[in-house]
Structure formats: C-alpha cells, structure tokens
C-alpha cells in the first residue's frame, strides 16, 4: 500500500473526531526552526477568536484492538486497514507545512498492541518532528486512555495541546457500549494532564506547588484520578521542553450525542463538571452517526444534529455568558427545545427579568437578553455614557431588533408590542423548519 492510498484511509477514519480546536498557544518559531504556533493560520480549524487555520488531521493507525459499538474502527469492522511508520507522518507533515497546506498536525490512533505502545509510537512522531526537523508549529495529540502516566507526561511535554476523549456521558453506556475501556482509564490521563498544567503555571510564577485533592464532583461516581504518578525521566533530551509550555492550548474532550440514552441535562452537568474540575479548554459534541450495525445502538436514520446544535449553544452560553446549568435545564425539562435556542427559552421561562431597559441595565443584564451578544452588550454600555440611547442608535450598533425588541426598553418604550406574551414570541420567533441541521462530510 502506497502513502496516498493510506493517507486516504487514515484521514478518512480521523474524521469522525470534531475535537480539533488549535486556540492558546503562541510559541513562535525562532531561527534554524521550522513553523510556528503563534496565532495566525489559514483554514479547517477553528480558533478561540474565531480564525480558521489548517491541520493534517490522521491516525497514525485504523488498526484497533478494541470494539466499541459505535466506532468506525472497531475490530469486527470489515474495514479497509492501515497503519502509517513514524518517518511517514513526518514526512507528510512536513512536506504538506513545506507547501502551505497545513499551519499544524492533528495526531490520533487506535489502540495498536496495547495503550502504551500505542502512545510511544505517537511520542515517537512528535520527537521526530520537534528534534529532528526543528518543527515548532501547532501539534494536538490524543492521550491514549490506559498510557502510563510517564508517557502522558511526556506528551504533555512536546504538544501543544492534548485531548482524551470521553465519549460517553455516563459509565453504565461506557460499559454497555464499549466494554474495553474504563470510566478511570480515561479520567487518569485528563486528571493528570490538568495537574501537570498548574505545576508548570506556579513553577513558571515560582509559586510553591499546591496539590489539590478537592475537587468538584463528577457525576456518575467519577474518581480524582491518579495519586502514584510515576517520576518523570530525566534521560530525556531538554534541547524543547526547556522553552516550551507544558500542553500550553490545554486539553479538550469530546462527548457523543444519542449514541445512548443520556438526557441533555445529563450531558450539560457532566461538561460543567469537567469545567470545573480540569479546566477543559473545550468540550466538544458530536451527534451520533449510525455507521454500524449492533442491537446496542438506537435506530436512527439521522444524527441528532439539532441536539448537538442546542448543546454547543449551552456550552457557549456557560463559558461566556455567566450562565448555569442548572439555570438552562431542570429536572423538569431535561432536553433542550428542537425549535428554539436555549438563550430564548430560558427569558421566556423568567418573565420576571424582563424587559431589561438599555439605559440602565447593568452589563450582566445586557448579555441575558435574547439577540443581544457580547460585543453588543458592550457597545451600549460605552455608547449610553454620552446619552440616553433610542431604537435607532440600537440599529446603528447593528443590533437585531429581531428578536432583542421582546425583552428590552427604551426609556421604558417597546420597540413595536407592548408587554408581548410568551406564546406571542414564541409564535413570532418559531422558524420555518423543526431540523433545519444537516450532517455534513468533510471530503
């Protein structure tokens, strides 16, 4: 088999892993070097701020001991099978950086041989890269669940970013669905990973280092992770590392949607725990792709994008936004609303916090009403300094009347309805089809 038919079959097999944000880290290149971290990218991958840039996203191996009911890759699969050599992936890494088709490389497997074995080959691929060819660009790589934590460690140390991803939200579906791994297997590497980035922050503000052994509870009886961590090796070379932030992107995680029976509250308890607990930079959403044929799967003939969609806006909404989830979904609505964003439904279920008047709401306020945005929120803020503002500056600042003009105030005058009733925006916002998302492919 030839490099481009494997380069067709890995890049193929990688796309199923949306977790491939490239946001945080700015080492730049110096001389004799190759690439650079630094903030600025071309297309593919979303950064923080909202800039694209591009990176060759592979596995290193579609080979996989394991057989998860929902994996593309999974051993019972009759799938065509490949496995790139370390000098390959460098060779294509460099060679597609060398043309400008890539600002940085992705890197995932499946599990070949064991855990260890597995994470030592993609440790392999990423000294290579930073040693041999001087590469300082942008590298995400995946923790294998299961790795020792002195190879954790070391990937911490040459990557930019390191992800392991959860994939179900709970342990009773991890168990069910894909019984090779385990609920602690994938939390170690994550607890050890957040660890490793607060010690290198103190260490570089030369703080004395605290270990925390309180933290938030996970939900569904997740553990702290490790407490015996093995030393790391000094035998390594420190020609990068001694310039290099250790994981300075952070870590992400990915969760899938309906590929078990999870409400959304569910889900959204769980991406605040993890929040909060490991100070994930991203948790990422995917809607299940019914791609296999098992009894253990649901009989869908669509991936639940419209709940994935409705997720990653509660994700947004939490990070950014000051809100809770608890604030979002209850007990007595466990599942966002297919038709309306949760931003909407939540104004529509506190009357009592609106109509927010413009002149004199606070900026907390501003950025709870429906339609109205940061940067927005911050516009009004600075404008109403030199006067009172009317509908019309509002539309000047670019805000959408569209649906903002149901929860604000003018100096105490609406828009256009005065007093509207849920139902009456709920009528007037309600769009013109139940799924308007689709799955997309990305070849």
């Given at each position: 088999?030839?490099?481009?038919?494997?380069?067709?079959?890995?890049?193929?097999?990688?796309?199923?892993?949306?977790?491939?944000?490239?946001?945080?880290?700015?080492?730049?290149?110096?001389?004799?070097?190759?690439?650079?971290?630094?903030?600025?990218?071309?297309?593919?991958?979303?950064?923080?701020?909202?800039?694209?840039?591009?990176?060759?996203?592979?596995?290193?191996?579609?080979?996989?001991?394991?057989?998860?009911?929902?994996?593309?890759?999974?051993?019972?699969?009759?799938?065509?099978?490949?496995?790139?050599?370390?000098?390959?992936?460098?060779?294509?890494?460099?060679?597609?950086?060398?043309?400008?088709?890539?600002?940085?490389?992705?890197?995932?497997?499946?599990?070949?041989?064991?855990?260890?074995?597995?994470?030592?080959?993609?440790?392999?691929?990423?000294?290579?890269?930073?040693?041999?060819?001087?590469?300082?660009?942008?590298?995400?790589?995946?923790?294998?669940?299961?790795?020792?934590?002195?190879?954790?460690?070391?990937?911490?140390?040459?990557?930019?970013?390191?992800?392991?991803?959860?994939?179900?939200?709970?342990?009773?579906?991890?168990?069910?669905?894909?019984?090779?791994?385990?609920?602690?297997?994938?939390?170690?590497?994550?607890?050890?990973?957040?660890?490793?980035?607060?010690?290198?922050?103190?260490?570089?503000?030369?703080?004395?280092?605290?270990?925390?052994?309180?933290?938030?509870?996970?939900?569904?009886?997740?553990?702290?992770?490790?407490?015996?961590?093995?030393?790391?090796?000094?035998?390594?070379?420190?020609?990068?590392?001694?310039?290099?932030?250790?994981?300075?992107?952070?870590?992400?995680?990915?969760?899938?949607?309906?590929?078990?029976?999870?409400?959304?509250?569910?889900?959204?308890?769980?991406?605040?725990?993890?929040?909060?607990?490991?100070?994930?930079?991203?948790?990422?959403?995917?809607?299940?792709?019914?791609?296999?044929?098992?009894?253990?799967?649901?009989?869908?003939?669509?991936?639940?994008?419209?709940?994935?969609?409705?997720?990653?806006?509660?994700?947004?909404?939490?990070?950014?936004?000051?809100?809770?989830?608890?604030?979002?979904?209850?007990?007595?609505?466990?599942?966002?609303?297919?038709?309306?964003?949760?931003?909407?439904?939540?104004?529509?279920?506190?009357?009592?916090?609106?109509?927010?008047?413009?002149?004199?709401?606070?900026?907390?306020?501003?950025?709870?009403?429906?339609?109205?945005?940061?940067?927005?929120?911050?516009?009004?803020?600075?404008?109403?300094?030199?006067?009172?503002?009317?509908?019309?500056?509002?539309?000047?600042?670019?805000?959408?009347m569209k649906r903002t003009q149901y929860f604000i105030t003018c100096g105490g005058k609406y828009y256009h309805i005065q007093n509207p009733t849920p139902q009456l925006?709920?009528?007037?916002?309600?769009?013109?089809?139940?799924?308007?998302?689709?799955?997309?492919?990305?070849?």
């Amino acid at each position: 088999m030839n490099l481009m038919e494997k380069l067709t079959i890995l890049s193929d097999a990688a796309k199923y892993d949306v977790s491939c944000s490239s946001s945080g880290s700015t080492r730049r290149g110096e001389k004799g070097s190759i690439g650079s971290a630094a903030k600025a990218g071309i297309c593919h991958s979303f950064t923080a701020d909202g800039r694209c840039i591009s990176l060759l996203k592979i596995l290193m191996t579609n080979n996989c001991i394991y057989d998860c009911a929902y994996c593309l890759n999974r051993k019972s699969n009759d799938n065509p099978r490949a496995a790139f050599t370390v000098d390959e992936v460098v060779s294509l890494t460099m060679n597609f950086y060398r043309r400008n088709y890539i600002e940085g490389l992705f890197l995932s497997s499946a599990i070949i041989g064991s855990p260890d074995y597995t994470m030592e080959q993609l440790i392999k691929i990423v000294e290579k890269l930073r040693y041999e060819e001087h590469f300082y660009g942008y590298i995400h790589l995946k923790a294998i669940p299961g790795a020792s934590p002195m190879l954790i460690q070391r990937a911490g140390e040459l990557a930019d970013r390191l992800s392991v991803n959860l994939e179900l939200p709970s342990e009773q579906s991890l168990s069910m669905l894909a019984p090779d791994k385990t609920r602690q297997s994938i939390l170690q590497p994550m607890h050890q990973i957040h660890q490793g980035i607060v010690h290198h922050k103190q260490h570089k503000q030369h703080k004395p280092i605290k270990h925390n052994s309180q933290s938030a509870a996970l939900p569904d009886t997740m553990q702290n992770g490790p407490t015996n961590l093995q030393p790391y090796n000094k035998s390594y070379k420190k020609t990068y590392q001694e310039k290099a932030l250790f994981v300075p992107a952070g870590q992400t995680t990915q969760m899938m949607v309906g590929a078990s029976g999870e409400s959304d509250l569910q889900m959204l308890q769980l991406t605040a725990a993890l929040y909060k607990k490991f100070e994930m930079k991203r948790v990422y959403f995917s809607a299940y792709v019914p791609i296999n044929e098992d009894s253990r799967l649901p009989q869908i003939a669509q991936p639940p994008m419209h709940r994935e969609n409705r997720l990653y806006q509660a994700d947004w909404l939490m990070r950014f936004y000051g809100f809770e989830a608890s604030e979002l979904l209850d007990e007595a609505h466990p599942n966002f609303d297919p038709d309306y964003d949760p931003k909407l439904i939540w104004a529509i279920r506190h009357p009592e916090c609106f109509p927010v008047d413009v002149n004199t709401a606070t900026y907390q306020e501003l950025i709870r009403v429906p339609g109205l945005g940061i940067q927005c929120a911050r516009r009004i803020v600075s404008a109403r300094r030199s006067g009172k503002l009317n509908f019309s500056d509002l539309q000047r600042m670019h805000v959408s009347m569209k649906r903002t003009q149901y929860f604000i105030t003018c100096g105490g005058k609406y828009y256009h309805i005065q007093n509207p009733t849920p139902q009456l925006i709920l009528h007037a916002l309600k769009p013109n089809t139940s799924s308007p998302y689709q799955q997309l492919t990305l070849f």
